[in-house]
Structure formats: C-alpha cells, structure tokens
C-alpha cells in the first residue's frame, strides 16, 4: 500500500503557490481587526479551505518556440487552462496536454513545466477560485465547475464573510509535496493572520480528498504549541489516508475524473508525468520517502466520507505482461476512495489526545461530499451551531451526481 500513500498527490497533484498572495501587512490586519464586530459578531471559527488535486483555478501564460500541431497557440498572456473546457476539445486537448505536462530533472530533482509555459493561482487567501472551479456561466448552470461553493455559501448565509472569517490555500496541484515549501510557509502565515484578525480565534481548516494529507503533513510539521494556540479544529471531506487505487488507473490508462468531454487517453499523457510510468520513477519515489509520515495531526479532527456508492474501483488485475489495459475490480468506498482507505483516519484515535469523529454517509459521491446538505449541516453545525440547510432561500446542487470528480 504505501506506493500509493501518496500517489494522488503525484499523478496531478500538489503544490507550489503562486505570486499573488494576501496583502497580510501594510495596515491592512489592523484595518480588517478594527471591523471584527462588525464582520465576525458571533465569533465564529475563522475557516481556510484546503482544495483537493484540481480544486482550484489555475491559469497560464505560454512564450512557447515549438508547440504539437499548427493550430496550438504559442503566445498568450495568462488565462484559465483549469478548469477549462474549451481547451479539452478534440484537437485542442494536445494543446492542452503539451501546456499542462511536467518533465523531472534527476539532478535538481525536482519537475519543470514545458519550456515557455508559466502557471499562477489567481488568487492567494480568496475563496472564489475554489468556490467554482470553472467559471463558464454555461457549464455552472449545471454545477461541473462548483467546487466549495454550497459549503462557502451556506456559511456565508449565516454570518461568515469572505475575506475575513473565510479563505482559501490554492496550489499548483500537479506537483509533490517535496516542492511544496513555500505553499506550507504561507499557509502558516495566512492562519495566523485569520488569527489575529479575528480576536485571537482558532482557525478550522475544512479540506477535501487530498486537501486532508496536505493538511496533515502541515500539522505534523507545527510544534504543538503552535496548534493548540492557532488551530480550533480540522473537517476532512472523502480524504485517502491510505492512498487510492484510482491514482493507479490514472498513470495506467488514464482518469477523466468523471467527466464524459475528457479522453482517458490524453489525461494519462498528463498524469503519468506527476508520477510513475517514467524512467525516473524510482527517483521520484526517493524524493517523496519523507512524507510517508503517519503520526497523528494533534488537532482535533472531524473526518466525513460517503460509502456504497458501488462503482469504487478496489483493484487493477492486469495480464502477466502488465502491458495492456487493466481490469478495474470495483470495491466499497465513494467512487473514488475505497472505505479502508477513508476510515484511516481512526488510527490516530489513541495517538493523541485531541478527539476524533468519523461520520460516514451511505450513497454519497466522493465529490458530492461538497454539495449534498448533510455534510453541511454537519459543518455547519460544528461552526455555527445550525442545523436548517437548505433553507428556503438558498441554492441547492441541480443533482446529487455532480459532472465531474476532483480528487
């Protein structure tokens, strides 16, 4: 198992943050603390979203000399490349593909986009660039791009304010966590500024699938001094603790992450450079042996995931020459997480003295986990001690089955 500990973070994962960060000084704390009655006045738990691998727009900008067909663009300033349908499109998609990929470099150790591409986060801090994933007003109508916006949204309806009591921790999700330094030194920065501006509240980190190892390994990293001043709480949504067999069909044959529009094929010409299936395989696994880190967070850590969903996929049985496609042997688990995976969770349960709750939801989707009300209220409920979503007024999923699955 431990191959694929963190084998969702390699195959288009993890993180390096962009430029664009939080204007945490120039007064700008002392301004937001000055307003804390006016925009925190039940005092509610701060709260930073932790995205899972594509839960957050990225964008790019090429100065490419060579590019796969004729019709590929090599000059453009930054725009959306995830999540972007238009540029997954028969015939574009190489374009895409070729813009997306990572090459590995066994000396620096360390991945490189394709000469002349450069990516950024739009935002650092915000939330709306989690919130909805894609932001073609034709495909929100029907949710494939929302992302956390039911939770933000059902927050904000009962008192928080985007900005100061919620934010967002978006990275470059195709890379492993050893180039992540900068990403957790932020993320550090921006709790305790959610901190301070708010009358010295701790943070709740609300984190989805792999968002839940990032965190972990960011908690595993605090003294824990630093937690028990600064952290109130962690929520995990449908989080891998063990790993998941889908990151193997991914580098195998490829994952669309749900959605019909994407080929199988050219995601795996991605998804295979974040991870194995490279001569620089076993370089790669070197590099990541570090973060095999299963000592507990030292928080307290509340850890919601679906089951019986049915098409889960359990195991790969492939032919003895492990040289075509696999058979994909379906198990329990939340379509995209197998159950013993989800409830790993509960290995820290005498490990430290924070508490720990599982809450398991018959049915629910992986990805569904964001929208479906009973996680929300859940949530909700640990925050603001309400128990009413959806009320009449508020937005709800247009289907329970969302288009897309974001690990």
């Not at 937690?227 to 603790?241: E, H, M, N, R």
């Not at 430290?352 to 709750?357: C, F, V």
């Not at 640990?382 to 937005?395: F, G, Q």
Request: glycine share 8%; charged share 25%.
């Amino acid at each position: 198992m431990k191959i694929v500990h963190w084998m969702l973070l390699l195959l288009f994962c993890l993180s390096h943050l962009s430029d664009a960060r939080l204007d945490f000084w120039h007064g700008k704390e002392r301004k937001l603390k000055s307003r804390f009655n006016d925009l925190n006045p039940n005092k509610f738990s701060p709260v930073i979203f932790i995205p899972g691998c594509g839960g957050n727009k990225m964008q790019a900008r090429l100065n490419k000399a060579d590019v796969p067909h004729m019709w590929c663009v090599k000059n453009e300033d930054y725009f959306d490349i995830w999540l972007n349908p238009l540029q997954m499109i028969p015939g574009i998609i190489d374009c895409w593909v070729d813009n997306m990929k990572l090459s590995y470099d066994n000396v620096t150790r360390k991945t490189k986009n394709t000469p002349g591409v450069e990516f950024r986060m739009p935002q650092w801090g915000g939330v709306e660039d989690l919130e909805w994933v894609d932001t073609t007003p034709v495909i929100d109508r029907y949710d494939f791009g929302a992302y956390f916006y039911y939770i933000s949204e059902a927050l904000v309806n009962r008192g928080y304010a985007r900005g100061y009591t919620l934010f967002g921790a978006p990275y470059d999700f195709r890379k492993g966590p050893n180039e992540n330094k900068d990403w957790f030194i932020r993320l550090k920065e921006l709790t305790e500024f959610a901190y301070n501006i708010n009358e010295n509240i701790g943070i709740t980190f609300i984190c989805h699938s792999m968002g839940g190892r990032m965190i972990l390994y960011f908690l595993q990293q605090m003294p824990q001094e630093w937690k028990d001043k600064y952290v109130k709480q962690v929520i995990t949504l449908s989080t891998p603790w063990g790993g998941s067999i889908q990151a193997i069909q991914a580098i195998s044959v490829g994952y669309d992450f749900g959605a019909e529009l994407i080929q199988n094929n050219k995601m795996k010409q991605v998804q295979e450079t974040c991870d194995i299936s490279l001569p620089n395989a076993v370089e790669m696994r070197k590099d990541l042996a570090l973060f095999e880190n299963y000592t507990a967070p030292g928080a307290e850590l509340h850890c919601l995931y679906g089951n019986n969903v049915g098409d889960t996929v359990d195991r790969l049985e492939f032919d003895a020459a492990y040289n075509g496609n696999p058979t994909l042997v379906k198990g329990n688990g939340d379509g995209t997480v197998n159950r013993r995976s989800l409830i790993g969770c509960g290995h820290w349960e005498k490990a430290q003295s924070q508490k720990i709750y599982q809450q398991e939801y018959q049915g629910i989707e992986h990805y569904n986990m964001l929208s479906n009300a009973a996680p929300i209220n859940y949530i909700i409920g640990k925050l603001t001690k309400d128990n009413d979503y959806p009320r009449p007024d508020e937005k709800v999923s247009y289907s329970d089955m969302m288009k897309i699955r974001l690990f």
